[in-house]
């Protein structure tokens, strides 16, 4: 049998100690990112929501956190100018050579283009909360509405390079945004049918909603 100073043994131990240092290593940074994303999504989704609020002074109702059938829409605005949903992304600025943080992103109408790469699904996920919206309303007051969908991205500016494609803003520009997009007219009627069934839904619940407004609507 091997001695306890045999140096294949010891350089066994040696390996095995230096991976479970490794390990540990990996899991520490792992739920370091993960609770570093989270405090960074949750601090965002209020940045968005008070800057929405500001549009109630403007007459606009606003929802958050909206109970869909399998996920949450964040935010929900309702006013003359239409109907809209709001979807929060929030995403860690990589710094550059310089050691800079870079906060531009690019959108081309179809798919934004971060520093670190490109992004088409979260201009997806937003469509698909307003064309589910846009269907539950209708059928709810029998009358078709369609919502329109908006992307908000906090702590960045957006350099738009094409007209084409969804509003995506920092949540700063909302004012901005709610004065000169253009308006799907609603009628006061109309708003006050719409906002009940929004508060309906509200009041009532969805049982098999989930409480991450991360998760999204089935494609």
């Known amino acids: 049998m091997p001695s306890v100073h045999d140096p294949l043994q010891v350089i066994f131990y040696v390996i095995i100690f230096a991976g479970c240092i490794f390990i540990l290593y990996l899991l520490q940074n792992f739920y370091r990112k993960k609770k570093r994303n989270a405090r960074l999504a949750y601090e965002g989704k209020m940045a968005v929501g ?5 549009l109630m002074l403007e007459g606009y109702h606003v ?3 909206f109970a869909a059938d399998h996920f949450n829409i964040g935010h929900i605005v ?7 949903t709001v ?4 995403r860690s600025k990589p710094r550059g050579a310089d050691g800079r943080q870079g906060a531009t992103v690019e959108y081309n109408g179809k798919m ?5 790469g490109e ?7 937003a469509e698909q909360q307003a064309s589910w919206l846009s269907e539950w309303i209708s059928r709810a007051i029998g009358e078709p509405v369609a919502a329109r969908a908006i ?10 390079t094409s007209a084409d494609g969804i509003s995506v803003v920092n949540p700063s520009q909302f004012t901005s945004l709610f004065k000169h997009i253009k308006p799907r007219i609603l009628t006061d009627e109309m708003i006050t049918r719409i906002v009940d069934q929004l508060e309906q839904k509200c009041r009532d619940g969805a049982p098999d909603a989930v409480a991450d407004d991360s998760a999204q609507p089935m494609a």
């Open 50 to 54: 008070l800057e929405l609020n500001q």
């Open 63 to 65: 929802h958050h956190d």
């Open 78 to 84: 309702v006013g003359r100018s239409g109907i809209f």
């Open 87 to 90: 979807e929060t992304n929030t």
């Open 112 to 116: 934004l283009n971060f520093p670190d």
């Open 119 to 125: 992004d088409f699904k979260i201009i997806e996920h």
């Open 151 to 160: 992307v908000a991205l906090p702590g960045w500016s957006v350099k738009r």
